[in-house]
């Protein structure tokens, strides 16, 4: 047994080696594919260890998004409150991951003090209890006396009382990550880091007005969410501006607007947001929303949107005329 398992795709397998050293180099078991033993079955020893990992770090790239074995395991880890996602390339994870706030390490360069790496060893250390700190070793990150506790570890370090570490112990509270789930507590901290500019906890708390996440200590307020999408858009957000598509589309506490709603989406498209890019599908396909009918511009967006992911997209081509 591990204590923590790796997923990643085959394409970067270096990236997957390199991490693995550094945590081993805490102290932790690690396990990811290159290390099955000789003559072991495959799935039979992935299976295994994913199941008695007690961390799931999930690589995520333009090509595990659309792994299907990847998302397998993200979703299993997701599950069970284990799951610690990490972008090494500049993608959005999948639909179902998004509100998980991952680590940013697409320009770490392998070193153990950077501030992302450091924030990393302490979210791991949130869910497994840390490695002893070995007597005379320099360059330990995790002491004993974390011991998974998420807000000790933001109170000693003062690097993370940034916005996107609010935000990130805001995600651990609404899906209890390593902590006690508490949504009220959640939504204050999203609030702390949508006050320091944040546009992911803006367009979480658009979704929390809408009514989304469940109870989170408000009520809905179309105005209120419409105003923290806004925002959040504002900064580029390319979920939100998909939401405020939906807004102009849909005439949730807005007029109806078919304009904005196409431009909102398209916004929401170039920025990534695979949603988007089906609807735009959508709506060539059918010729509706201002725009002609036109097959190919809608299997352009289709393949798009499936390539990020998006389901719905890949039923569509199969059904999509060939003209």
């Known amino acids: 047994m591990s204590d923590i398992f790796i997923s990643y795709a085959s394409a970067e397998p270096s990236w997957a080696a390199m991490l693995a050293q550094k945590l081993e180099g805490q102290g932790w078991s690690v396990f990811w594919d290159r290390t099955i033993p000789a003559g072991k079955k495959w799935h039979e020893t992935i299976g295994r260890e994913l199941d008695d990992a007690r961390c799931v770090i999930v690589l995520w790239t333009k090509a595990s998004i659309i792994s299907d074995w990847v998302r397998e395991e993200a979703d299993d880890a997701r599950r069970r409150g284990i799951l610690v996602p990490i972008l090494i390339e500049n993608v959005q994870p999948p639909i179902g991951f ?3 706030q991952a680590a940013r390490l697409m320009d770490w360069d392998g070193t153990d003090a950077t501030p992302a790496f450091r924030r990393l060893i302490a979210d791991i250390a ?3 209890v840390p490695p002893p700190k070995e007597a005379g070793k320099e360059g330990r990150l995790v002491e004993a006396e974390v011991e998974g506790k998420a807000d000790e570890q933001y109170k000693r370090d003062e690097s993370d009382r940034d ?3 609010i935000c990130d112990r805001a995600a651990k509270y609404m899906f209890g990550l390593g902590v006690a789930e508490d949504r009220v507590k959640a939504r204050e901290l999203y609030e702390q880091a949508a006050a320091k500019g944040n546009a992911e906890a803006m367009n979480v708390l658009g ?3 809408f009514g989304f996440f ?4 408000v009520a809905q307020d179309l105005g209120k969410s419409h105003e923290w999408y806004e925002k959040a858009a504002a900064k580029g957000n390319a979920d939100a501006m998909c939401s ?5 589309n849909l005439g949730f506490g807005v007029a109806q607007d078919s304009g904005k709603a196409l431009e909102w989406y398209t916004k929401a498209a170039a920025g990534g947001n695979a949603k988007a890019m089906y609807t735009l599908g959508h709506y060539h396909e059918l010729g509706i929303m201002g725009v002609p009918q036109d097959y190919t511009k809608a299997r352009e967006w289709y393949e798009m949107a499936a390539a990020e992911g998006y389901s719905d ?3 569509a081509l199969r059904k ?3 003209r």
């Not at 469940?214 to 200590?217: A, F, Q």
């Open 98 to 100: 998004r509100s998980i």
């Open 126 to 128: 949130t869910l497994i």
């Open 163 to 165: 916005a996107d570490a």
């Open 207 to 209: 979704g929390m007005y």
């Open 214 to 217: 469940g109870y989170v200590g």
């Open 244 to 248: 405020l598509g939906d807004y102009y």
């Open 313 to 315: 997209a890949e039923e």
């Open 320 to 322: 999509l005329p060939i």
